[in-house]
Nanobody, 118 residues
Framework: QVQLVESGGGLVQPGGSLRLSCAHS????????MNWYRQAPGKQRELVAG???????TYADSVKGRFTITRDNAKNTVDLQMNTLKPEDTAVYYC????????????WGQGTQVTVSS
């Protein structure tokens, strides 16, 4: 069973930076597309950034140029470097692992709170 554990959330002032990390265990990490989603109060969960097994990357328009997603297949981790944070980035951030084979498999972490406030 895949387990995902996020770390690195917290409180930061506008303009500051945070780095989120997600540790993957229980399966072959390298075959999964790894995503970061976020959900703000009263809003739907949205995709922030994703990186495929082949290294293709996608970002939400709202974070392009500020956030960077990376993966380390040797360490089974995926990170999200978040710079120039804005109050509207405040949300619970979730790590997601997805594999699209004959059956689509999707796993979620427990989430980590990011609060951007002065």
């Amino acid at each position: 069973q895949v387990q995902l554990v996020e770390s690195g959330g917290g409180l930061v002032q506008p303009g500051g930076s945070l780095r989120l990390s997600c540790a993957h265990s229980g399966s072959i990490f390298s075959i999964y597309t790894m995503n970061w989603y976020r959900q703000a109060p009263g809003k739907q969960r949205e995709l922030v950034a994703g990186i495929t097994s082949g290294g293709s990357i996608t970002y939400a328009d709202s974070v392009k140029g500020r956030f960077t997603i990376t993966r380390d297949n040797a360490k089974n981790t995926v990170d999200l470097q978040m710079n120039t944070l804005k109050p509207e980035d405040t949300a619970v951030y979730y790590c997601n692992a997805e594999y699209r084979g004959i059956v689509i498999r999707s796993y979620w972490g427990q989430g980590t709170q990011v609060t951007v406030s002065s």
